[in-house]
């Protein structure tokens, strides 16, 4: 069993077992994953396309207690036959998610293209 995952009685758990062992104190973190946005998508099965990204947006902005971290995972943006198109979805893409407020990290790992 390793020592820093060994509860220990008392006030504190596994807070005071951190700070004990490893000389700090462990803080409370919390993230949050977006996936497969698809920035440009207009139609089934999904009617309101980028407009679910933008209120998903909306939504971490107004919660109380917001993540420190929001790792946006897949597909960020549609398929888009010209590069200029595909360029305009990321740019809508960057311009959506440069909204979410707080402080948080934003970590972007792009999907299947």
């Known amino acids: 069993m390793f020592p820093a995952l060994t509860a220990k009685p008392g006030a504190g758990g ?5 700070r004990e062992l490893n000389g700090e104190a462990s ?3 919390s993230f949050m994953q977006l996936s497969d946005t698809h ?8 009617p309101l ?4 990204f933008e209120n998903a947006v909306a939504t971490i902005n107004g919660l109380k207690n917001r993540p420190d971290l929001i790792i946006v995972t897949g597909d960020l943006t549609h398929d ?3 590069p200029d198109e595909h360029a305009k979805r ?11 407020g707080g402080g948080a990290q934003i ?3 792009p999907g299947e293209k």
């Open 107 to 109: 970590k972007v790992v």
């Open 14 to 18: 596994d807070y005071a077992n951190s």
């Open 39 to 46: 920035v440009g998508f207009n139609g089934p099965p999904d």
């Open 80 to 82: 888009a036959d010209s």
């Open 49 to 52: 396309g980028t407009k679910a």
């Open 90 to 100: 990321f740019k809508l893409f960057k311009e959506i998610s440069s909204k979410i």
């Open 27 to 29: 803080a409370p973190f």
